[in-house]
Nanobody, 129 residues
């Protein structure tokens, strides 16, 4: 059983940056993809980004492309999300999760919550205008 713990959220002004971390324990995750999702108040949880098991390929929602960067350090069993040029509409609770399928099987096209598991508790990001 894997446990995920997100950190790094906070309050930042529009245009600023934050780096989120997701520390995994319980099992190594070096052979599966991982992803970040977010949920704003009153909205459904939505896909933000995903990365292959070795960090070789990354996929992004259109709303964050060119501003956010997902990465991982398998030696530390940790996933990251670097968020730059933040906008008020990025305000949400951010969650990390483990991709349900081995390696990078259809990772580019599978972006629903059902394709991921072992969700962390989330970290709040608030972007003020």
């Amino acid at each position: 059983q894997v446990q995920l713990v997100e950190s790094g959220g906070g309050l930042v002004q529009a245009g600023g940056s934050l780096r989120l971390s997701c520390a995994a324990s319980g099992r190594t995750l070096s052979n599966v993809g991982m992803g970040w999702f977010r949920q704003a108040i009153g909205k459904e949880r939505e896909f933000v980004a995903s990365v292959t098991y070795n960090g070789g390929m990354a996929y992004y929602a259109d709303s964050v492309k060119d501003r956010f960067t997902i990465s991982r350090d398998n030696a530390k069993n940790t996933l990251y999300l670097q968020m730059n040029s933040l906008k008020p509409q990025d305000t949400a609770v951010y969650y990390c999760a483990v991709y349900r399928y081995m390696y990078a099987y259809q990772l580019e096209s599978r972006r629903s919550e059902a394709d991921f598991h072992s969700w962390g508790q989330g970290t709040q990001v608030i972007v003020s205008s």
